[in-house]
């Protein structure tokens, strides 16, 4: 259920040449904090505006950096506005393209190269530059690249690495004699100690209840997809040029079958909707779900749980990752001081706001949060840090949001038993064929 709340424009006019005394827009804002209309949201014009995607467990965690880096004194406060994840790039992109964008964004890696080609953001390298900030002293060589383009212009602050991963409740592991190792995590080194882990759960799980909580479209399955493709070696989804497709069919239909097994061996309980909240329910024994999940797990009481990365089943390593990262979106209202402002935010809360956004589960990006005692000292997290070297990155290219679309769609189909494999593999070809850049 949605509920409305009324907020003032600021100033004595509004779009349309509207004068002080037309009716204010209404915000409408829905239960989990998202805004739909980010445009009609008050704002303190003295302050930096943030545009945020983390609707999920890690919002908190991003608010609490924000409310410390302002508790100490910066040169420009930061205001933070979340908006719904579906909605949010698209948002981005007009509200730029019409001169209303925020201050500062948030962007997935993947997402970069359309952001940059769409003319979305603007390159950092200047004022970097003048704040005397050399990047390479805090992140690795591969998190810069995947934030650059071809010329070395860097367009985007790191600030994680979040992969999709293992989740399982102890308390139901023990009841169906599943073994934990001494460091955490479960024994599963090939698709029979996956399938065998799964059937002593199911075993013990009653009616309503799931030894897997996945849902059984979009996201999630894409993203297991995505891992087992890696894992099985497939090769790039597109040409080293990004002029044709460049995607095995023979492995994309291996790994599309084993995503379907886990509901095939009903081991996934059909229509689960919010994944997430039926494992903090304690109503599945395991959960794949992504590294932010972590922090809402920790703060559910009585539950009591372990983590892993998304174990190797295959010839090789591979777990869906991708990064989020700050933007600079292009802002004709933004001063060159309140833009100098906005990197150093962007940086500060990548590095001093590191070990707090380890708390929400994800895997900072700053190589000096990761290598700290605070984050190692973290539950689960020392576990996590081989996922930076194992990460099979989402690609990235300027249409690489409409080919991911096109590509969860047809599975989308396949796991609804609505098209057979062989059609799904012709399905995935053309939606990278009608897409490509």
Not at 101 to 128: C, F, K, Q, T, W
Not at 200 to 222: F, H, L, N, R, Y
Request: hydrophobic letters at 40%.
């Amino acid at each position: 259920m949605k509920r409305k709340i009324l907020a003032m424009l600021l100033g004595g006019t509004i779009a349309l040449g509207m004068t002080s005394t037309a009716f204010a827009e209404e915000v409408i804002t829905n239960e989990d904090g998202t805004v739909e209309n980010p445009e009609a949201v008050e704002v303190d014009e003295n302050k930096l505006v943030l545009w945020s995607l983390f609707s999920g467990g890690d919002g908190g965690f991003m608010d609490q950096i924000i409310a410390d880096y302002n508790a100490g004194g910066p040169t420009k406060e930061v205001q933070s506005i979340m908006l719904v994840w579906a909605d949010y790039y698209t948002k981005l992109t007009t509200a730029v393209a019409t001169g209303n964008g925020p201050d500062i964004g948030i962007s997935h890696a993947s997402r970069l190269s359309y952001l940059m080609n769409d003319g979305v953001i603007e390159p950092l390298n200047p004022y970097l530059e003048e704040l005397g900030i050399d990047l390479t002293e805090s992140y690795s060589e591969k998190a810069i690249e995947s934030v650059s383009d071809a010329d070395g212009n860097i367009y985007a602050i790191p600030l994680d690495t979040h992969a999709e991963v293992l989740y399982y409740n102890l308390d139901i592991l023990a009841e169906a004699g599943v073994e934990v190792q001494e460091d955490g995590t479960l024994d599963i080194k090939s698709v029979d100690d996956f399938n065998a882990i799964c059937e002593k759960v199911k075993a013990v799980m009653e009616e309503g209840e799931s030894a897997v909580s996945i849902t059984s479209k979009d996201d999630d399955p894409w993203r297991i997809f995505w891992a087992t493709y890696n894992q099985m070696g497939g090769s790039p989804i597109l040409t080293e040029d990004w002029s044709d497709v460049g995607m095995d069919a023979e492995v994309a239909k291996k790994a599309a079958e084993f995503v379907k097994s886990i509901y095939d061996n009903g081991y996934a309980l059909a229509g689960i909707e919010d994944h997430q909240k039926f494992f903090q329910a304690g109503t599945a024994g395991l959960f794949i779900g992504g590294t932010w999940a972590r922090g809402a797990f920790e703060q559910t009481d009585g539950l009591n749980f372990g983590e892993m990365p998304w174990p190797q089943l295959f010839e090789n390593p591979g777990v869906f990752a991708d990064q989020h990262t700050f933007i600079l979106p292009v802002n004709p209202n933004r001063s060159e001081e309140e833009t100098i402002a906005a990197v150093e935010f962007m940086v500060s809360a990548s590095k001093d706001g590191g070990v707090t956004w380890a708390q929400s589960g994800q895997i900072p990006a700053c190589k000096q949060v990761v290598e700290s005692e605070e984050f190692l000292a973290l539950p689960g997290r020392a576990n996590l840090v081989s996922i930076l070297d194992n990460a099979a990155y989402s690609f990235s290219c300027p249409t690489s949001q409409a080919i991911e679309t096109d590509m969860k769609s047809a599975l989308n189909e396949y796991w609804a038993d609505s098209i057979d494999v062989d059609t799904l593999v012709e399905y995935l070809a053309e939606a990278i064929a009608n897409n490509l850049p």
